[in-house]
């Protein structure tokens, strides 16, 4: 078979989707045989319990879309090499396509990938299509990387990312289709044992309702978005973040309709606009500083005393939704039920740890890689920096966040605290009491329990943070910058 007849293996990964896929789009426009292929890889067996069950679900949900254009989505398990090799001979395919991803994980993968491929005289290609921009395209006057937000959205608020494309009505099939695993077969359930029935309850995957949701938010909430979006207990943010995270939608596409809304005068859309900046700004800042992943992207915070013990009582009080300290623990039920989280609850947990509990910022993104079905690696990694305050353009330390006046302003009526907390409740909602099905056995957790006091004085302890900042504030002066 020559290059110019021989199939096209397109590796789907977080581009689980069919309209504005530039890799795809490209694939079907050369006439030749696609064949799609998904992988349960090292990339997947790093993913977090919550993120493995939801990306089953967009791998499902894409297989039935592509069935419907008479293709299919061959599945195959191993390191990514490994399988593309295999699938490579078995179908004389001389080119692997896929859409590039900035991780630093996918990074290293992608690379060693590309780099077995071609010794072998396939042809690899990584396409855009993760982020509006790729990241090398966006740069300060002087030619380097964004570090501070604000100039980041100007610079790229008025760039023409393009129109994104429609979905091929039709991929050419191969003459004859290779092997494919079972998708049920992966279990990629297992990991949350019990929780995942629960969990899965609340996902939304799949094109069609990613789109569903990005119509319900620009016509019923886009109006209400720069108030509502604070409030825990409100439905008032898109939730697109599960379906943005496995490419179910394009950024392209929510962008271009933030646009369109912009020029119709919507009052949220500057404010949806920004918000998916943020996104593309976290991948931006990764992409540049792959290390601040795992640690602080400014130097003077890696002495900064906190604790790095995952299983410190306070820690398991935090993770398990029992601080005492209700909208903390309400946000971390929700998440553990739901696979997410609202954003204000998400910054108020984050500060809660880092600060009045003094523990690492790491332990609580581990944990939210755990948790979190839209679990997203830029963004995590960024927003924990962001609220710890040792990341680029972050929030000063010294704010902290007091989550008992938090709730007086953005649950007044206590809704949001409801919602999740059983204790105390004679008639608690169904919500509240699927967290204690949800959670392991192991944790010993009865919704008959009182609710546990405060497992820390919010004054003391912030008090105790604040005391560690000021001492590091002085250890940085004395030695110049680095301590
Ligand atoms: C400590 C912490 C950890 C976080 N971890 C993640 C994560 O793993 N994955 C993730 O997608 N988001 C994360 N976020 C950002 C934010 O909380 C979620 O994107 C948001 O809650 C998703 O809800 P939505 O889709 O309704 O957002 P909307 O308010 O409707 O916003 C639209 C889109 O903009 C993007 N966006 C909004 N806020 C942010 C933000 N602060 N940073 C980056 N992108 C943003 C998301 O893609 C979102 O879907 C984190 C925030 C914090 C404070």
């Not at 935090?318 to 909208?327: E, F, I, M």
């Not at 809660?352 to 948790?371: P, Y």
Request: aromatic share 10%; proline share 7%; glycine share 8%.
């Amino acid at each position: 078979m020559t290059e110019s007849t021989s199939p096209i293996l397109l590796w789907f990964r977080r581009d689980l989707r069919l309209s504005d896929h530039p890799a795809l789009n490209a694939a079907v426009a050369t006439g030749r045989p696609v064949i799609p292929i998904f992988l349960h890889d090292e990339g997947i067996e790093t993913l977090g319990a919550a993120a493995r069950l939801r990306i089953g679900f967009a791998v499902g949900e894409l297989a039935r879309a592509l069935e419907a254009l008479g293709s299919r989505l061959i599945l195959r398990r191993g390191p990514a090499l490994q399988s593309l090799t295999a699938l490579v001979s078995e179908t004389q395919a001389g080119t692997v396509w896929w859409s590039r991803l900035h991780d630093p994980m996918s990074q290293r993968r992608d690379e060693a990938v590309s780099h077995g491929l071609r010794a072998a005289g396939i042809e690899t290609r990584a396409w855009p299509g993760h982020l509006l921009f790729e990241p090398e395209k966006v740069a300060t006057g002087t030619g380097g990387s964004f570090k501070v937000y604000g100039a980041f959205f100007k610079s790229i608020v008025n760039r023409d990312p393009g129109l994104p494309l429609p979905a091929p009505d039709r991929l050419m099939a191969p003459a004859s289709w290779p092997r494919s695993d079972r998708l049920e077969d992966w279990r990629l359930s297992a990991a949350l044992r019990g929780g995942a029935p629960i969990v899965a309850a609340w996902q939304r995957p799949g094109e069609r309702r990613a789109h569903e949701r990005l119509e319900c938010f620009l016509a019923e909430k886009i109006g209400s978005y720069p108030e509502s979006r604070e409030y825990p207990s409100l439905d008032g943010t898109s939730g697109l973040s599960e379906n943005l995270t496995y490419g179910e939608i394009s950024v392209r596409t929510c962008w271009r309709a933030g646009l369109a809304a912009l020029e119709r005068g919507e009052a949220g859309a500057d404010r949806f606009l920004r918000e998916l900046a943020w996104r593309e700004f976290s991948h931006h800042l990764l992409f540049h500083a792959p290390g601040l992943a795992m640690d602080p992207w400014r130097p003077e915070w890696r002495s900064f005393p906190w604790t790095d013990d995952a299983e410190a009582p306070l820690v398991q009080a935090w993770k398990k939704g029992r601080t005492g300290v209700r909208l903390v623990d309400a946000a971390m039920r929700e998440m553990y039920v739901t696979g997410r989280m609202h954003n204000r609850a998400r910054m108020i947990v984050a500060s809660f740890l880092t600060k009045h509990m003094m523990v690492h910022w790491r332990v609580g993104l581990t944990w939210f890689e755990e948790c979190l079905t839209d679990w997203d690696p830029a963004s995590n990694a960024v927003n924990w920096q962001w609220v710890a305050g040792s990341g680029p353009d972050a929030a000063p330390f010294f704010r902290i966040f007091n989550p008992v006046a938090q709730a007086k302003t953005y649950d007044a009526e206590g809704r949001y605290a409801q919602r999740w907390i059983a204790e105390g409740q004679s008639d608690a909602p169904a919500t509240a009491l699927s967290f204690f099905e949800a959670v392991p056995r192991s944790w010993g957790l009865s919704s008959r329990d009182p609710y546990p006091a405060p497992v820390l004085d919010l004054a003391l302890a912030r008090e105790r943070a604040l005391e560690a900042f000021r001492a590091r504030s002085r250890r940085v002066e004395a030695v110049g910058g680095d301590a």
